[in-house]
């Protein structure tokens, strides 16, 4: 079993940024297809950006393309998502999601571990 805890979301201005990290427990992080997703009040949860279990391909949803970087770190088994030049569009809970071998990784149904949430707000 994995378990996943996000941290690093808050309240930040238009144009601002945010680094959001996900710690992962357990042994295989480092074989786990890892994402981001997001849902807004009255919104289904939709995703983010994805890196596969190596690191070396990526993929964002065309809304944060240029402004979000996906990472990861396997040594010390954390994901992390850089966020700049934020909008008040991009405020919504931020959830990050693992699983092995993934086939679509824009699919939240394909992702076996999520974590709790935290909660990303940007004012206008």
């Known amino acids: 079993q994995v378990q996943l805890v996000e941290s690093g979301g808050g309240l930040v201005q238009a144009g601002g940024s945010l680094r959001l990290s996900c710690a992962a427990s357990?042994?295989?992080?480092?074989?786990?297809?890892m994402a981001w997703f997001r849902q807004a009040p009255g919104k289904e949860r939709e995703f983010v950006a994805a890196?596969?279990?190596?690191?070396?391909?990526?993929h964002y949803v065309d809304s944060v393309k240029g402004r979000f970087t996906i990472s990861r770190n396997n040594a010390d088994n954390t994901l992390h998502l850089q966020m700049d030049s934020l909008k008040p569009e991009d405020t919504a809970v931020y959830y990050c999601?693992?699983?092995?071998?993934?086939?679509?990784?824009?699919?939240?149904?394909?992702?076996?571990?999520w974590g709790q949430g935290t909660q990303v707000t940007v004012s206008s």
């Open positions: 999601a693992g699983t092995a071998n993934v086939r679509d990784f824009s699919q939240r149904t394909e992702y076996s571990y």
């Open positions: 357990g042994s295989s992080f480092s074989v786990l297809d």
């Open positions: 890196i596969n279990w190596g690191g070396a391909r990526t």
